[in-house]
């Protein structure tokens, strides 16, 4: 019988914040994949999450490079997914562990779609985790949204000016990915009186944590892949 297959979010980062299904599921899970970038000494949601996985699971990676070119993208989440496959096929259940929630910005979801076109009957269970955006409002006692507050969720990989209109439109805005456009993404909220309504978040749940309100001592300076930035107009 063909194995099942998990797509499981380990939250943000601190393993406190991981569901009690998620730790169910990681104990018994006869494949972990995880997923790594080169960048990566080890996997930050294996960091998340070992503490939970089976003494016996194999562990097998699926490397996540950091381009945007879909070729190489595709062609890695293939090769990822005829991993995964095979042992699925073996019969085995495989878990993919992703850092936050498994449906938001998860190669999870990539690989999910090149699983079932190898084995389009497989059985699938994604399992929600805590959203990094969210782990960082409760972090700072903010809410993100209250009453009729309109709330929008950007990558901001591209060129800061297509923020403008969010930045007019919506009352809280998380930022996510924004290391490498941080300056030009500072400067625009400089001009549009929301700097000061902002707050930089990174690596939130790893010793490493760190967390500014004073955006302006970070422009210039190298920043963390996982980093976000929250602007709440109402004020922090
Ligand atoms: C590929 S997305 C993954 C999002 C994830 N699935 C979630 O639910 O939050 C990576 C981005 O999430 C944000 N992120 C994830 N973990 C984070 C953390 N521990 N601290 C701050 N930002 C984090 C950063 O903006 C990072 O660039």
Redesign the pocket.
């Known amino acids: 019988m063909t194995g099942k297959f998990y797509g499981i979010?380990v939250g943000?980062?601190d393993p406190g914040l991981l569901t009690l299904r998620a730790a169910d599921l990681l104990k018994t899970a006869a494949v972990i994949c995880i997923p790594r970038s080169a960048a990566d000494n080890e996997s930050t949601a294996l960091k998340a999450a070992g503490a939970f996985i089976g003494e016996s699971a194999a562990i097998i990676e699926v490397p996540t490079p950091m381009t945007r070119d879909k070729d190489v993208l595709e062609a890695e989440w293939r090769r990822g997914a005829e991993k995964i496959a095979a042992h699925l096929a073996a019969g085995c259940n495989v878990a993919f562990i992703?850092?936050?929630?498994a449906m938001?910005?998860?190669t999870y979801t990539y690989l999910l779609k090149h699983v079932r076109a190898l084995l389009p009957a497989v059985e699938v269970e994604s399992v929600p985790?805590v959203?990094?955006?969210a782990?960082?409002a409760a972090h700072l006692n903010l809410p993100l949204a209250e009453g009729p507050e309109k709330l929008a969720v950007v990558p901001a990989v591209d060129d800061p000016e297509a923020l403008r209109p969010l930045l007019a439109a919506f009352d809280s805005i998380v930022l996510?990915?924004?290391?490498g456009k941080y300056d030009a993404i500072v400067a625009l909220l400089a001009e549009l009186g929301l700097r000061d309504k902002a707050v930089y978040?990174?690596?939130?749940?790893?010793p490493d944590q760190f967390v500014t309100r004073d955006l302006d001592s970070l422009v210039g300076k190298k920043r963390d892949?996982?980093?976000?930035i929250l602007v709440k107009k109402g004020g922090l």
Do not use: H, N
């Open positions: 979010g943000p980062g992703t850092i936050g929630d938001l910005f998860s985790g959203t990094s955006f782990a960082a996510m990915k924004v290391a978040v990174s690596r939130l749940g790893y892949y996982l980093s976000l």
